[in-house]
């Protein structure tokens, strides 16, 4: 007699890897990263340990394919945003909107980036990080210098920092709304942020001027009082 497969049983192989996937992140969202083991993911899908293992023979091999994940999404990111042949901070504009709804809508990839223990742990997910952050900051340049080309952003602006603060205003929104979990509606508050990040982008070169100008005055520290 054939035998019979249960519901969790029947997914095909390419399925079951990205069920096992979806899952994990539900996992980390809830639980962190920490609290995830292949017996919970398990549980969860309704199936035993060993049939996750069959897939994913390691725990490293589950969190290499999160990071996978993770990759696939932010390429389609990028890749969508740049099929139009428009402004460079507009293109800039759209990757940052779709990246922070990727987070709204995925609040474990917040954890899983701040998880140091995993990279530390696993030295394959800190080379599979940086692969991903290098070609994310690559594609960011290559937007932000056609702005410059374009007129828009001035030439004095240092391509390599824009690019890591945009990086940094959505790993900061990212870590406020799923680690900190401050009480704040993510998409409109990542917009009006964005907004003054284009200010900047936009900003004359005597803008930039004097804001370095204020930065180094504060080096000398606040200056006190003279008592009359």
Do not use: N
């Not at 428009?86 to 990727?102: C, D, M, N, Q, T």
């Not at 991903?132 to 702005?147: G, M």
Request: contains cysteine; hydrophobic residues 45%.
């Amino acid at each position: 007699m054939p035998r019979s497969f249960t519901p969790a049983e029947q997914f095909p192989v390419d399925s079951r890897k990205q069920q096992i996937v979806e899952t994990v992140l539900q996992l980390v969202a809830t639980h962190g990263t920490e609290a995830v083991s292949a017996q919970l993911v398990a549980d969860a899908i309704g199936v035993t340990q060993p049939a996750v293992f069959r897939h994913f023979p390691t725990k490293e091999a589950i969190w290499l394919a999160v990071m996978d994940w993770l990759e696939q999404r932010l390429v389609a990111i990028y890749s969508a945003a740049e099929q139009d042949d428009e402004p460079g901070l507009v293109v800039l504009s759209r990757v940052f909107r779709a990246h922070i709804k990727l987070i709204e809508d995925h609040p474990a990839l917040a954890k899983l980036v701040f998880a140091d223990h995993l990279r530390l742990q696993y030295p394959s997910l800190q080379a599979r990080f940086a692969r991903i952050h290098k070609a994310y900051t690559s594609r960011l340049c290559a937007v932000i210098d056609r702005a410059k080309s374009e007129g828009i952003v001035s030439g004095t602006v240092p391509t390599k920092d824009a690019a890591t603060m945009f990086l940094s205003l959505i790993q900061g929104l990212g870590f406020q709304f799923a680690i900190a979990r401050v009480p704040v509606k993510l998409v409109p508050e990542a917009e009006r942020i964005f907004t003054l990040y284009l200010q900047a982008m936009t900003a004359s070169a005597t803008a930039a001027k004097s804001a370095r100008e204020f930065m180094e005055t504060s080096k000398d520290g606040p200056k006190r009082r003279q008592v009359v």
